[in-house]
């Protein structure tokens, strides 16, 4: 799926094949994408019955990732000879350190705390790491589910990894040593799609699932703290359950974090206030979102800005800061430098944001109708 | 008294056979708890309200070792899994009559239809389990259905966390190729360690496996090869390095 992050001085966004900067103070563009010999398609691919052309082309989007120290950058591209590539800030400049094969497209990338790894949660439900400080050295399969995965997350002490996959499942593994499995969260009853650790407690972890709600859990216990059905705040209007996309958390105080949430086909995104550390309360503060374009993503940045990427051909990405009452508003400025490069960011948007093939399909085997003989 | 036995229909095999390859990666529609605190074991141990499952046979076909197991360990819960429908279907049928043929035996053992290569952690917690076999698996020869094998890396992290330090797995097989595989990917788990034959020669599972499931005895029938690996599940060698 494509989707946006950034920091204090940029912002990035993935979609396609490439991965797009932003510079924040003057909105100028930076197209990063893997060397041209690479975007020749290898392979053709036959579309299958009843897919035209594009649509097969698009099922797969790049996923980037920014270092939290904001000095690297990951590209895992879908296209040609799927690869990870890593950028590395020096200067004003980025230049591209490693290109590595991944084998199978990639559903989420994430470098680790430390920026010493990236690691690569992808379709065929393993998760792999490749080292950043040493650039050509080989991957590394770190664990494996049998469901495709959608997230992976390694906690800031870098002690345990956190995978999610398509069959509701989370799983808790050590770290490095990930065949050691400490614990799953289950409870969520459909496809999970991300994970973040609660920022003003981390030993909590916070999941969105396509089932519509939100769960935190005492990760190391497998314990269900809370879960949050987000379509009670945010009714569609059919009275169907929307699934959940992604969220994102930011701490705004030593007992509090902020929540914003992205639900599927829905223009609506709904902050939530989470207070305290054992005994949580949630708030619904405010609903953002206005017209009809579906929210794709929402992240928040540690300057304190909140990014949405919307599906809109004049306005793909919007910034919206809030001020000590938690009123939320748009930063018309910034906003609006980002207008002129509207057409470059509408191939983020050509492929569904929840393919229909993380639903599950719950077939009858043929011989489940057993002759009962009286 | 006579009266019972006529009315113990035992299920007749003809009527419950079933293809034996079945893709574990697709989405069977397959019941399971969301949770293992959400599971109702009284239903398939009614007479056992305070135990725990600690034997799983894992694909359990006919259920031939499951009812062995049920004897020679009266005091254990042994439970079958069993993916195709038609054959779990036969195998909860069989202890339903021979519960009824034999008062007060085989109340220890039941079968499940599952999907255990998706949802296992789904009805056990973890180091709830003692003993797992896995016999006969589906060797899945063809490369590109590897993955679809039941003793796989991934999977081995899995049986890891579901059975106790100590704990068993038993792997049975006729296929040199699938033994040398799992074989393979057990040595390589660091949380796995290959038990020896002296101890095997004293564990009063190991005969059964041969003379009591369906395929073990075709395998004796047909002269084949016996090709066990029994490992057991150690401590996690990365703490004390």
Request: net charge neutral; glycine share 6%.
């Amino acid at each position: 799926m494509a989707s946006i992050t950034g920091n204090k001085e940029m912002l990035a966004v993935s979609g396609g094949n490439s991965v797009y900067l932003l510079e924040r103070k003057n909105g100028s563009l930076q197209t990063l994408e893997p060397p041209v010999e690479d975007i020749k398609i290898t392979t053709k691919k036959v579309p299958k019955k009843g897919e035209t052309s594009s649509e097969h082309a698009d099922k797969h989007m790049a996923c980037a990732a920014l270092s939290s120290c904001g000095r690297y950058l990951a590209l895992a591209t879908c296209r040609g000879t799927k690869s990870l590539l890593i950028w590395q800030l020096e200067g004003q400049t980025w230049s591209l350190i490693s290109q590595r094969p991944i084998g199978r497209a990639a559903s989420k990338i994430r470098f680790t705390n430390s920026a010493s790894r990236v690691l690569i949660a992808d379709k065929a439900g393993d998760v792999y790491s490749f080292s950043v400080t040493e650039p050509t050295k080989e991957k590394e399969w770190l664990l494996g589910h049998i469901a495709m995965l959608l997230d992976v997350t390694v906690s800031d002490d870098e002690k345990y990894i956190i995978s999610c996959d398509r069959d509701d499942k989370i799983r808790v593994a050590r770290f490095p040593n990930c065949y050691n499995i400490n614990s799953y969260c289950l409870g969520h009853t459909s496809f999970v799609t991300s994970l973040s650790f609660l920022p003003h407690n981390l030993c909590i972890l916070v999941s969105s699932s396509g089932d519509g709600c939100i769960k935190l859990w005492k990760y190391l216990e497998g314990k269900e703290l809370l879960s949050i059905p987000i379509n009670k705040y945010v009714p569609a209007l059919d009275g169907e359950i929307l699934p959940i996309k992604q969220c994102s958390v930011f701490q705004v105080s030593p007992e509090a974090s902020l929540m914003s949430v992205c639900i599927g086909s829905s223009s609506k995104c709904p902050i939530f206030k989470i207070d305290g550390t054992d005994n949580l309360q949630v708030k619904l503060l405010c609903t953002i979102g206005s017209e009809d374009q579906e929210v794709w993503c929402t992240q928040f940045t540690k300057d304190n800005s909140m990014l949405l990427m919307k599906n809109n051909k004049m306005r793909p990405v919007e910034v919206w800061s809030w001020d000590e009452n938690y009123d939320f508003l748009l930063n018309q400025n910034e906003t609006e430098l980002y207008e002129k490069h509207s057409d470059t960011f509408q191939e983020c948007f050509s492929c569904p944001s929840i393919p229909s093939m993380l639903y599950r399909k719950n077939y009858d085997e043929p011989a489940d109708k057993v002759k009962k003989h009286s | 008294m006579a009266s019972i036995e006529q009315n113990v229909r035992y299920p007749q095999k003809r009527h419950y056979r079933q293809r034996a390859h079945s893709n574990p990666t697709a989405d069977h529609k397959v019941d399971y708890p969301i949770h293992p605190d959400l599971m109702d074991w009284s239903k398939l141990y009614p007479e056992f309200p305070n135990k725990r499952v600690e034997f799983a046979d894992v694909g359990c076909g006919y259920g031939g070792l499951l009812v062995a197991l049920g004897e020679l360990f009266p005091d254990v819960l042994s439970l079958g899994l069993e993916i195709r429908v038609k054959v779990s279907q036969f195998v909860i049928e069989r202890i339903k009559a021979l519960r009824l043929q034999e008062q007060g035996k085989h109340q220890n053992v039941a079968c499940l239809r599952t999907n255990a290569m998706k949802y296992l952690p789904n009805f056990f917690y973890r180091g709830q389990l003692k003993k797992m076999f896995f016999l006969f698996p589906d060797p899945h020869f063809k490369e590109s259905k590897h993955e679809w094998r039941i003793i796989s890396r991934s999977l081995l992290s899995e049986y890891a966390y579901l059975l106790c330090e100590g704990g068993l797995v038993y792997t049975v097989t006729d296929v040199p190729d699938l033994n040398q595989w799992m074989v393979k990917c057990l040595d390589e788990h660091p949380m796995f360690e290959r038990v020896s034959q002296e101890e095997l020669d004293k564990d009063p599972v190991v005969p059964k496996l041969w003379d009591s499931s369906e395929e073990g005895q075709k395998v004796t029938r047909n002269d084949g090869p016996k090709l066990l690996a029994v490992y057991r599940r150690v401590a996690d060698p990365f703490d004390s390095s």
